[in-house]
């Protein structure tokens, strides 16, 4: 059976699914949120060391200004009505990606990580501004400034994800079949789960689903 320490999440399908249901792109990143909690709540329950989910890309800038304040919004609320519960609960909170926001929100953004700090469970890593090209040039910027080798434990070293282990599983809801720039080079020997349902809709039971086929899959890792 595979150990299991890490699951990134390509959370997609919110804007459908609100559109879907409600003509209302925003009523699908509200209801998104409650689909977060409850795959956190399933990792804390499956002994999950850390989760990263995909929140908003360095892409994600191209969508109506409208629709980016309203996300960014639901941010702010959701880390100031969650942050004493997540800490409650031991969960340590982690942004990766650019930090190119307003000053409200990353002075939240900043407290939010500083208040779970040390906590031991659960690690939430919530990638924000987040483009995975733009992370290995950086990590590559950084170690020739640093003067030393270009090497793959010198890239790691210099990553948003040092010190985090590279995904077992990478799930994208929404019917979508690409990795959308995202964790490239952590990806390189994870497992992928494609689900064709919305985020919204992505429940319990098709995670703890997920999970149970990656326990069963013999992974080689180049050998035979």
Known sequence: MNPLNHVAIIMDGNGRWGLKRYNSRNRGHRAGLDTI????????????????LFAFSTENW??????INYLFDLLENFLKIK????????????????????????????????????N??????????????????????????KKLSVTEDNINKNLYTKNIPDPDILIRTGKTRRLSNFLLWQLSYTEI????KLWPDFNERNYTDIIKKYRNIKRNFGEV
């Open 193 to 196: 789960f494609f689900s064709n």
């Open 83 to 118: 942050l004493n519960q997540f800490h409650k609960n031991n969960i340590k909170l982690k942004i990766i990606g650019q930090r190119k926001f307003s000053k409200k929100l990353n002075k939240l953004l900043s407290n939010s990580e500083k208040v779970t700090n040390r």
């Open 62 to 67: 191209k969508r109506p200004k409208s629709e």
């Open 37 to 52: 909690e409850k795959i956190v709540r399933t990792s804390i329950d499956h002994n999950i060391k850390f989760l990263t």
């Open 120 to 145: 031991t469970g659960l690690q939430l890593n919530i990638a924000l501004n987040y483009g995975s090209r733009i992370e290995i040039i950086n990590s590559i910027k950084k170690i020739n400034k």
